[in-house]
Structure formats: C-alpha cells, structure tokens
C-alpha cells in the first residue's frame, strides 16, 4: 500500500509539472514554393528568425509579450497573434500567399480570424474609394463600418479576449483614421499639378528584364503609363491583377506599360548593403517570373534615390505617372490600375 501511494504521489507531481503553463510560444509550420531560408515574427521593437529547412518545415519557440506580430517569408507578410502557451502551426503556398495560409494548434482561432479579416477587408476596402466624391466617401465610409461591426459580431466566439477589444477599439478609429487619409489624397493630387504640361524627368539606361537597357527617351512617341513599386510592398502587388486586366485591354494601342521597380534591400536580411542590394535583385527577378508580370520591368539604378523618382517627389509607392508621347507629364500622380478612373483617362487620349 505504501508503494502504491508513493507511485500515485509521484505521478500526481509529474502531472502537475505537465499541466503547468508554458511561458513560451511554440510555432512551427510548412511552407510550399518557400521564398527564403528563413522566416521571421517581428515588432517594432523585437525580432525572431526561424530557419526554415529545405522541405519547407520550420520549428522553434519564442517567449512573447501578448500581441501583434508580423511574421515575413522574405517576399509578403501577414500579422499574427501570439500570447505564451501557444503552440500554433502555420501552412502556406507561398504562390497563393493569403488564399492558402491556414493556422492549426492552440491559438489558432484568433490568427485564422486575422486571416479571414485580412481577406475581407481587401475585398471590402477598394482603393478607389478615394476616387469618391466627398459626400459619397462619408456615406460609404458608413457603410463600411457596419460590415466590419457585423464580420466581428459574427466571428467573435473564440477570439482571444485583448484580440477582442483590440478589434473593437480598431472599428472605432476606423472611420477618423480612413477621412483623414482621404483629405491627405486630396491635398496631395493638388501638390503635383505643377508638373502638368512640362517635360518629365528623366531616366536613362535602367535594366530591363528582358535584357539590355532602357532610357525614358526610347519611349517616346507613345503615352508612358508607369508604375513605381517594390517586391516588399502590399498595395503595389495588389495592384498587379489590375494592371494586368489594364494592360490587356489597350494591348496594341499607342501606350506602353513599364513597371519601375524601386528595390534597394529593404525587406531582405543581409549583413551589408550590398549583399541586402544583390538580394532585392534577385527578389525583382523572382517575383517578375513567378507572377508573370507583363508590360516593361525596369530596375532603378538608385532605389528611392534615384534622380527619376526624387524628380517627381515621390515618398510613398505604388505610385503611378502618365506621359505624353513628347515626353510631357500629363498626371505625376495618375489614377492607380484598380482605380475605374485610369481607363476614363486613357479612353481620352488622343491617338492612342
């Protein structure tokens, strides 16, 4: 009996040892058509690295404060919530980025939430809403606030309890946040009016994909639609099935497509400038292969630095330039592709 009681004790204090709480985050995954070695979960002020094997599979732990992380494949990103005791599993095909990222384990309702908010809400949020006249902007800006109420209502059951409030208090600041950067939209398309009318500045032998260089001066004689992007940026690929649908409609007219990557090494880990530089040009040379980008890909010889694009005060991108076939600007800041602005534009322009 004595023994018996002395097993059972001992049993009872390894069970204890194993239901006690992990003060630490396990997350693990497997990626399809991997982007890099490496994968990493980072905060403004915190940053971890997962190698990531060559089967795609990755696995290690991280001790977390509760919150927000964005977690990075070397090519796109997504936010992902983490709190100590999770043991969270990640699948993606990077090929199909936020259609195929699914979460399993514990912790999993609240990052597969995130996931399906980050699907509606670029279905939901076009970036031609702020192509709107103000009194339609304000009434949809309405209506948007109480889709998001209801997707909340709806998928709120097994949220995380600061993921909750932390939702509730995003709803709230929505509609503050969204009018101010509308009035900042309409500040700006005042700004580059100056442009209008007058030569473009210019750019003179930048790499082109499919071999050789190309100069602002071998376009002349057509209308020049370009766009100024980066591999490490959400709107700019966001706008790419736009602008391919864009592309294939005036294929044959009197305008020529070109796509300016601004690719300095943002986003990409390295130990120099150098090497980080050497990998974003690879990084522009995969993603233009792996999604089948069209129309002309150019590569900025100076990332932002570049006399072109600091000629047209550009501080953000996407950012998108129409030209005249005399090398004149005729919009420094040109509706962007999802915008049913840019085929009223172009559907004006005489002899294209």
Known sequence: ??????????????????????????????????????????????????KVNKDGTFKDTLKVETGMFNFYDGNESTNIYLKNGYDLKLTLDTKEFN??????????????????????????????????????????????????????????????????????????????????????QQARASQFTSFVGKPSPDFANYENIKGGKTSLADLRGKYVYIDLWATWCGPCIREIPSLKEVEKEFHGKNIEFVSISVDNGRGYKAETKEEAAK?????????????????????ADNGFRSSFVQGYK???????????????????????????????????????
């Not at 996931?115 to 209506?143: C, G, H």
């Not at 522009?284 to 890909?297: N, T």
């Open 99 to 184: 259609k195929t990222l699914k979460f399993s384990g514990s912790g999993s309702e609240s990052n597969n939430y995130l996931v399906e908010k980050a699907m509606m809400q670029e279905n939901l949020i076009a970036p031609s809403i702020f192509d709107l006249e103000e009194a339609n902007f304000n009434a949809r800006v309405v209506e948007l606030e109480k889709e998001m109420n209801t997707f909340l209502e709806t998928n709120s059951k097994d949220l995380d309890s600061l993921l909750l409030a932390n939702e509730k208090m995003q709803i709230t600041q929505f509609i503050p946040g969204i009018t101010q950067a509308y009035k900042q």
């Open 314 to 352: 550009v501080n953000g991108i996407p950012r998108f330039i129409l030209i005249d076939p005399a090398g004149n600007v005729i919009n420094a800041d040109a509706p962007r592709p999802s915008s049913s602005k840019l085929r009223t534009v172009l559907n004006g322009l005489e002899n294209i």
């Open 279 to 299: 990998l974003a040009h690879e990084g522009w040379k995969k993603m233009i292969a792996d999604r089948d980008l069209g129309g002309m890909q150019l590569f």
């Open 1 to 50: 009996m004595k023994k018996l009681l002395l097993c059972l004790s001992v049993l009872a204090i390894v069970a204890c040892k194993q239901e006690a709480p992990k003060d630490y985050v396990t997350f693990s995954g497997k990626i399809e058509n991997q982007s890099s070695d490496s994968v990493v979960l980072r905060t403004r002020t915190t940053s971890k690295t997962f």
